[in-house]
């Protein structure tokens, strides 16, 4: 029930988007948005109380501790983007930066993303998970070159290839997952869902599954951003409108995730736990060091979020390499709250370009003069960002360092903690450059500040206090990965 | 098991990967076009061969669809693409013939390497297919890499679906018909898309040619 | 017995080769609405040649005045391990594949040599660009018998026409790969369209013609069969490695008038095929040659790569 009017609302979105644009659609989407906040709360009580649907007519659901966990957290960013989108559409018509039609289309593509995303997290069979994130890159690729400009379709069509291109990878993995499946039975009903899966596990090929897993990892971890798949990311998220950018990085890529954390228990009972944790470490290691080069050189304050989040996505990947309940529990938490600051952040880049009208960091110094409170939240977001207590994201890297220490990756883990450190220092050093520096204030025009506040808020409360609701489901989640 | 079925399906098989060749040794975008909807048709063709070795209609469906939106409706798509935006020849590619054809030999080698293990597992008629299949993934993304032409690396992208197509129906007998719907559906507004950007490309940089596209680096 | 066929299939090689061009310049013709000379007058040719005295440039060494007989025993050697009308003969033994390819290469070098002996512009050209090809047509060959000859576990070529036989591997997929690629390989080893056309003497296109220019009288008529007796040995392959029903495999009378037969019916048919095609396309411009031949070696590799996994 909940998750029907969820997922109503945004269709209900879509729907008024066909109409020609009034000014009421923007406000009318914040409503719809947090309407669907709402439902995804009880969405999470139903679970507690365990009595989620597993059918919708033909289509078999998956809602276990994981798919509610990310329910919430797109929820929560979409809420937020949503938000803030109604000050940042109102600027862009403002000053000339979008027309009117073009601002429908913004928010019909949006809702159609943000349902993909959605319909993704919830169905059990892969194959359909799969359709749904290849639906949300092509979602996504016209709301980045939304703005016709030269880099922004250069973006747009370099997200559209490598996207695609990953996204058939991953479907290689589908396929062949499948196969292993239909040697075993040839019955096709259901055969690919992922419930299912897990129950055969046992009975699987090793070679077949091992082989899967390599095109599974390089295809969906395209779509998550890892090194070194991870090209068009940077491209990507500086060129989209601010809110997408807060979507994009905060949740599609943990979306991403999802998906390979769906295969991941399959292929550990069917190939052992090595495998696919050698992967994962291998990888994340290789994103942070790539995040860490390209920080240092950086001189676009958007690409470095994006770079960011390459760092975070590697982070997250480490700690699901690492494994045990430590370090799977720590990463989980680390994908809501890197959602929720780097959405902040995204969202606050977006006040700064409306003003700097520049996303190089030579234009946009000062900011402590010019934007005051986007400026100042902007300095404690990325502080969060990069580790700082009492954020909920210091406690989560440590705990991923503690959980490879504790795995026994010792070289690893150092590496690790070194290019940590390295990308704190490069970053800290471009923020002091966007803070500090002498510049007329100018006259601030009417920023949206209260959506990326609330996230920076929220961030700091998780990190202090884990509300117990959401302590009892990260628990459930690591149990229900651990076999 | 009528093994005249399954040495037709070999044939196809076969066929389908020298269709992929062509892409690499031609030079025009028509030839390039042409060669697609012949593959494209040759898949149908083996996917309705299996529909007959397995009595399954529903197989027969997606061959009718495979070669009715693969093979007519996609090529006349990129035709009136080609007409509007285009160019008819490559730019020169990266690599000449000679050495991109040498290094899709060693692609078709890596398949079969690759899939030795899958082939020798599977039980199904067709296991001779997996590798040609693979090798077809393979030189589609060779070519999407390699090309400087933005609609070749569209057709590139469309090869290296075709190539998956036939891989799931080597290995399966293809995938349950709601994720074949949902693929079609997914490659059909794929192309939609990027017949779009392709559009703002050309009105943008008054070229298709994708190594011009260097405004982003770092 | 068996030698005495073993020794006459070059004979017939010898015999026939001149019909076969002829037949193809025929065909051509009549393709082309011409009435164009009769099928046996490359025979006439060589009469008339034979005939007529040899002249020698000044400045040819011995390598000019050898070479025509050199080729012309090295292709008819060959021609002594190509199965015609029979398979099991001893001359299987004699050499296989390799010997085979090196027959040919060797006819082929001295031809080039030759060529530059003179030191006449055309010659050298010629031979350059005939090196060319060569380099490029003669591992395709290779590769595309030696597909077959995985699935025959041989390589001597009687012995995979007697394998084809018997266990039908010429119908297997990679055989027909590996049939387009030698038939491609062909067109470029005999100076035949789109890689050579054998009737122009344009310098801009000349490539056998031009490495045989300087030959006169019973030279040029050694090495004029040699060429011709060089494609019927490619078609003699190429319908008997490929599809060798007919082909004897006892040394009966009957069987071996029928593999004759066999033979005429192939050969005939290939060389309708070869008229066809150089009635319809054009000769490709140089430099697409080496791209043409990439094609047929990824095909012939590809046959290899299939029959060996």
């Known amino acids: 029930m909940a998750l029907a009017l969820i997922l109503l609302c945004f269709v209900a979105g879509a729907v008024l988007c066909l109409l020609p644009y009034r000014a009421w659609l923007p406000g009318a989407h914040l409503g719809l948005a947090a309407l669907a906040a709402v439902a995804g709360s009880i969405l999470v009580a139903e679970l507690d109380r365990g009595t989620l649907p597993r059918r919708w007519g033909a289509v078999a659901l998956r809602l276990d501790a994981l798919s509610a966990f990310m329910v919430a957290t797109i929820l929560l960013i979409a809420l937020l983007a949503l938000w803030h989108s109604r000050g940042y559409v109102a600027r862009e018509l403002a000053r000339g930066g979008l027309e009117p039609h073009q601002a429908g289309r913004y928010y019909l593509y949006l809702d159609a993303f943000i349902l993909m995303m959605l319909i993704a997290v919830v169905v059990d069979n892969v194959g359909l998970m799969w359709v749904a994130l290849e639906a949300t890159t092509l979602a996504t690729v016209l709301l980045i070159g939304l703005h016709h400009t030269k880099e922004a379709i250069e973006a747009s069509w370099k997200y559209l290839l490598i996207g695609s291109v990953g996204i058939a990878l991953a479907f290689i993995g589908t396929v062949l997952v499948y196969c292993d499946v239909s040697i075993l039975e040839p019955a096709r009903e259901g055969a690919l869902d992922g419930s299912r899966l897990l129950e055969q596990a046992a009975s699987f090929h090793p070679a077949f599954l091992r082989l899967a897993f390599v095109f599974l990892f390089l295809g969906y971890g395209t779509k998550a951003g890892l090194a070194p798949m991870h090209t068009w990311l940077p491209d990507a998220h500086s060129e989209a409108p601010a809110p997408v950018s807060a979507l994009m990085s905060g949740v599609l890529l943990s979306v991403s995730l999802y998906a390979l954390l769906r295969f991941k228990p399959v292929v550990d009972l069917a190939a052992g736990a090595d495998f696919s944790a050698r992967f994962m470490i291998g990888f994340g290691l290789l994103s942070l060091g790539i995040a860490a080069g390209m920080l240092v050189i950086q001189r676009n304050y958007k690409r470095m979020l994006a770079y960011s989040s390459v760092e975070h996505m590697g982070v997250v990947c480490l700690g699901l390499g690492f494994g045990g309940s430590l370090g799977t529990v720590a990463a989980l938490l680390h994908i809501l709250f890197h959602a929720l600051g780097k959405s902040a952040l995204f969202l606050l880049a977006g006040n700064i370009q409306q003003t700097c009208d520049s996303t190089q960091i030579t234009q946009a110094t000062g900011l402590l003069r010019r934007l005051p409170v986007s400026g100042r939240l902007f300095g404690v977001g990325t502080l969060a960002l990069l580790g700082a207590p009492p954020f909920g994201i210091f406690f989560t890297e440590l705990a991923i360092l503690r959980a490879g220490f504790q795995a026994g990756y010792l070289a690893l883990t150092l590496a690790a903690a070194a290019l940590l450190a390295v990308i704190f220092a490069a970053m800290l050093a471009h923020l002091q450059r966007l803070l500090f520096g002498e510049v007329e204030r100018a006259a601030a025009a009417e920023l949206t500040v209260a959506p990326a506040a609330f996230a920076l808020g929220l961030l700091l409360l998780l990190g202090v206090w884990l509300p117990p609701p959401l302590a009892r489901l990260v628990e459930r989640i690591g149990m229900e990965l651990m076999p | 098991m009528n093994p005249a079925i399954v040495y037709l399906v070999e044939l196809g098989s076969g066929a389908i990967l020298v269709t992929a060749l062509a892409v690499i040794w031609r030079h025009s975008l028509q030839a390039y076009i042409g060669a697609f909807r012949l593959q494209s048709f040759l898949l149908g063709a083996v996917a309705a061969l299996l529909s007959q070795l397995q009595g399954s209609l529903e197989l027969l469906g997606v061959a009718l669809l495979i070669a009715l939106v693969k093979g007519w409706f996609i090529p006349r798509f990129l035709r009136r693409l080609l007409a509007r935006v285009g160019s008819g020849r490559e730019v020169r590619p990266y690599l000449n013939v000679a050495a991109s054809l040498l290094i899709c030999g060693a692609l078709v080698v890596v398949a079969y390497s690759a899939t030795a293990d899958l082939v020798a597992a599977s039980r199904l008629p067709t296991r001779n297919g997996v590798p040609l299949a693979l090798a077809v993934v393979l030189i589609g993304f060779f070519v999407l890499i390699s090309r400087r032409q933005a609609i070749t690396q569209v057709i590139g992208f469309l090869v290296l679906e075709n190539g998956i197509a036939m891989l799931a129906l080597m290995v399966s007998y293809g995938l349950p018909l709601m994720v074949e719907l949902g693929v079609f559906l997914d490659v059909l507004i794929a192309l939609w898309i990027m017949q779009v950007v392709v559009y703002r490309i050309r009105d943008t940089f008054d070229t298709l040619d994708v190594t011009r596209l260097k405004g982003l680096r770092h | ?309």
Not at chain 3, 113 to 137: K, V
Request: zero cysteines.
């Open chain 3, 1 to 309: 017995m068996a030698w005495w066929i073993a020794l006459f299939q070059p004979l017939l090689a010898l015999l026939l080769a001149p019909l076969l061009v002829g037949f193809i310049a025929w065909l051509k013709a009549g393709a082309q609405q011409r009435r164009g000379a009769p099928p046996w007058q490359p025979y006439l040719d060589l009469r008339k040649l034979l005939a007529k005295e040899a002249v020698v440039s000044r400045h040819a060494s011995w390598l000019l005045r050898t070479t025509p007989g050199l080729v012309f025993a090295a292709t008819v050697a060959a021609a002594a391990l190509v199965p015609a009308i029979a398979v099991g003969l001893p001359s299987d033994n004699l050499g296989d594949l390799l010997a085979l390819v090196s027959l040919l290469l060797l006819a082929t070098f001295f031809l080039a040599l030759a060529g530059l002996d003179p030191g006449s512009a055309f010659g050298g050209m010629g031979s350059s660009r005939e090196m060319t090809i060569a380099s490029l047509a003669e591992p395709t060959l290779l590769m595309a018998i030696f597909s077959l000859s995985l699935g025959a576990g041989t390589t001597h070529l009687g012995r995979i026409a007697e394998a084809a036989l018997i266990g039908g591997i010429g119908l297997h997929p990679s055989a027909i790969l590996a049939f387009v690629a030698m038939f491609i390989a062909m067109l470029a080893e005999n100076a035949r369209l789109p890689v050579d056309n054998p009737s122009t003497h344009l310098e801009l296109t000349m490539i056998h013609e031009a490495m045989i220019l300087e030959y006169s009288g019973r030279h040029l008529a050694l090495v004029e069969w040699a060429a011709w007796t060089r494609l019927y040995l490619f078609l003699a392959m190429l319908a008997n490695l490929f599809f060798p029903w007919g082909i004897a495999q006892t040394l009966a009378p009957l069987a071996l008038i029928g593999a004759a037969a066999a033979l005429l019916a192939k050969l005939a048919l290939l060389a309708l095929v070869v008229a066809a095609l150089e009635t319809k396309v054009a000769k490709l411009r140089l430099f697409r040659v080496p791209e043409l031949l990439s094609v047929s070696f990824i095909l012939a590799f590809l046959a290899v790569a299939a029959s060996y996994f």
